[in-house]
């Protein structure tokens, strides 16, 4: 007789919550919806974000459960705390009950699915109190599909909920936004991370060391799917035991101890020794991707040292002693774009080899501010700058008194037209995309500059314009929530859409073309309507 084994679930689906108060790291959002549950608030249709693996399904799931659990008496209602053992609350955990439908957008984006799910949406629930749809993705959705969604998502029938999920809740229509509450699933801390694998740990009966488990929460990056997979992955590398050591090898990533050796190596200049040790890394199965990655990580906790002693690993702090804020932020930069160059080479070795001799080479020089001293001090003095600086400029940084200089910008769109006149555009784009204005005058910027800006974009934006408009500038930080020029941008194009789709020869033709979306809408100038309209008999065209 044979007894057969009972089939094998992956530790990001066994441990998958149950119940609200099950989710790790998210408790605002567990706290505001069970009060919405307790006092009998539902919403017509919820919106969840965040990134990858903090939730979203799961908590789907687990709203669908509160709203159609009966409980284990079969009498119940509503509720935040759902039974779990009940017929409806089994299905929904089992992904097969026939009320609660779960789409995916990214394959379903076309009008015809919307339709479908429009005109389904008004039949009563076969065998639920509610029927939920559940859309994942849903940014993925064409135009017009949000557009067929709209009315129905405003005033649903009443036995029916939406639940929509998202990692790209910027690219949802405002329209779809305000007919939906949103909840943000936050980016889950490390900490909680660790906590909660140390309990996975146990209860598989496994074992692992701290240092195993806070490696594998850094990895994660504030995904608990991304964790637990990790944690089953490193579980069976480890035959049940799960070590620092073995977690390294597993994902490719070289020892601690040798990165801050090989930071320290191109951070005091010596290319030749950071590549020897490089290629040890290789020699013993290292990915060139994740040494880069460790640096930056490595550069990341230094600096936290540095703003807040106390929080870097043993070890590092000795190093960050040798290192200045400075020369960690132009650290960070250099190894952020080659992080990419050497995702991008053929030959990803030799691409991180460079990038290491990069590094090395530019450790010497002073940090931006002093360039900018240094700058300051030749222009006054008529001199040459007392150290050599790259790239140089051919034309004098104060413009003479003859030459004749632009008006002085009103507002941050003039500051962009200023730079991009006056030849930066790299400057003209990190305020178009970055940049939230608080307040402009002659000779004073301040603006939020959004996560992600270089650190020294106020002292070269400063110097570019004040090589542009002659005069002395300060540019400082401030707060804001003002937009962006790009969100300005986006939003009015949006609007353009939005006007478009109402206009009535443009909704006949999208009714006569079904699929069909409108992707841009282009503003004719005056005088090109008017010679339209006198070939149309002095009538502009509708």
């Known amino acids: 007789m044979t007894v057969e084994s009972k089939p094998y679930r992956v530790l990001a689906l066994a441990y998958r919550p149950s119940r609200l108060d099950e989710l790790v790291g998210q408790e605002p959002l567990v706290r505001a919806l069970s009060h919405a549950f307790e006092s009998g608030r539902i919403a017509q249709a919820y919106l969840l974000t965040g990134i990858r693996g903090t939730g979203k399904t799961t908590t789907a799931r687990l709203i669908a459960k509160c709203l159609n659990c009966v409980g284990a008496d079969g009498q119940g209602g509503v509720t935040p705390s759902p039974c779990g ?46 029927k939920v749809y559940i859309i994942d993705e849903v940014h993925m959705l064409s135009t017009a599909s949000f557009n067929g969604l709209l009315k129905t998502l405003e005033e649903p029938p009443p036995h029916v909920r939406f639940i929509l999920a998202t990692t790209e809740v910027r690219k949802i229509p405002v329209t779809v936004l305000s007919r939906c509450q949103r909840y943000d699933l936050k980016r889950i801390t490390a900490a909680d991370i660790e906590s909660h694998l140390d309990r996975v740990v146990k209860a598989e009966k496994a074992a692992a060391d701290a240092e195993a488990l806070a490696l594998i929460a850094r990895l994660a990056g504030g995904s608990m799917r991304d964790a637990l997979s ?16 073995g977690v390294q090898a597993m994902v490719g990533l070289g020892d601690r101890e040798r990165t801050r050796t090989l930071l320290a190596h191109v951070a005091g200049g010596k290319p030749r020794e950071a590549l020897e040790l490089f290629r040890e890394l290789m020699a013993a199965g290292g990915d060139p991707k994740a040494v880069v990655e460790d640096l930056l990580a490595l550069c990341h906790e230094l600096t936290q040292e540095k703003l807040a002693p106390g929080t870097a690993a043993a070890g590092g702090a000795a190093l960050g ?38 590094l090395a080479c530019v450790a010497d020089l002073p940090p931006p501010a002093e360039l900018l001293r240094r700058l300051d001090q030749a222009t006054m003095t ?71 800006a270089p650190p020294d974009a106020g002292p070269r934006l400063a110097a570019a314009l004040r090589r542009l408009t002659g005069r002395r500038w300060g540019v400082d930080r401030a707060a804001s929530d003002a937009p962006t020029l790009a969100e300005s941008d986006a939003a009015r194009r949006r609007e353009q859409l939005d006007a478009a789709q109402h206009l009535p020869h443009v909704k006949h033709v999208l009714d006569k073309l079904p699929g069909a979306t409108i992707v841009a809408v282009e503003t004719r100038p005056a005088a090109a309507e008017e010679a339209e309209a006198a070939r149309h008999g002095g009538s502009s065209p509708s």
């Open 85 to 130: 053992v009940c017929e409806p609350c089994v299905a929904i955990a089992e992904g097969r009950h026939i009320d609660v439908l779960e789409i995916d957008a990214a394959t379903n984006t076309g009008i015809d699915h919307i339709r479908e799910l429009v005109e389904n949406s008004r039949y009563a629930p076969a065998d639920a109190r509610y």
């Open 230 to 245: 990790l944690l089953d992955q490193a579980i069976t590398h480890g035959d049940g035991r799960v070590e620092a050591s």
């Open 321 to 358: 002693d040798t290192l200045g804020l400075p020369a960690l932020s132009r650290a960070w930069q250099v190894l952020l774009k080659g992080l990419e160059e050497v995702g991008q080479a053929p030959d990803a070795m030799a691409a991180a080899e460079m990038l290491l001799v990069r």
């Open 382 to 452: 008529g001199g040459a700058p007392t150290a050599p600086v790259e790239p140089a400029r051919t034309e004098p940084l104060e413009p003479t008194a003859t030459a004749s200089l632009p008006p002085m910008p009103r507002d941050l769109a003039g500051v962009e037209q200023l730079l991009r006149d006056g030849g930066e555009p790299v400057l003209a784009a990190l305020i178009h995309g970055s940049a939230r204005p608080a307040t402009i005058e002659p000779g004073r910027l301040r603006v939020a500059w959004l996560p992600g």
